[in-house]
Nanobody, 123 residues
Framework: QVQLVESGGGSVQPGGSLRLSCAAS????????MGWYRQALGKQRELVAR???????NYADSVKDRFTISRDNAKNTVYLQMNSLKPEDTAVYYC?????????????????WGQGTQVTVSS
């Protein structure tokens, strides 16, 4: 049974930082591309960042140069370091996994996802 468990969400002021973690079990972590989606209240879910099996990252334009995705295959964990946070980054963040990197481009083709963690950016 695949489990993706996110942690690290919370409330922060604009300009602040948070680091999300996602611990994976039930999958061969090193054989899966990993990523992060987010969904703000009343908005569509959007892809934030993804990372290949080899550790090559890819970002949405809205978070490029502010967010960093990384993975630790020894710990079966993927991270999302979020800096210079803005109010528009407020959303529930979901960890996702698929054996195919391209499958992470669309929520409909994501193989596995977590329950999500809330990130709130507000003064």
């Amino acid at each position: 049974q695949v489990q993706l468990v996110e942690s690290g969400g919370g409330s922060v002021q604009p300009g602040g930082s948070l680091r999300l973690s996602c611990a994976a079990s039930g999958i061969i972590f090193s054989g899966n591309a990993m990523g992060w989606y987010r969904q703000a209240l009343g908005k569509q879910r959007e892809l934030v960042a993804r990372i290949t099996l080899a550790g090559i990252p890819n970002y949405a334009d809205s978070v490029k140069d502010r967010f960093t995705i990384s993975r630790d295959n020894a710990k079966n964990t993927v991270y999302l370091q979020m800096n210079s946070l803005k109010p528009e980054d407020t959303a529930v963040y979901y960890c996702v996994a698929s054996r195919e990197f391209r499958a992470l481009r669309s929520w409909e083709t994501v193989a596995s996802w977590g329950q999500g963690t809330q990130v709130t950016v507000s003064s």
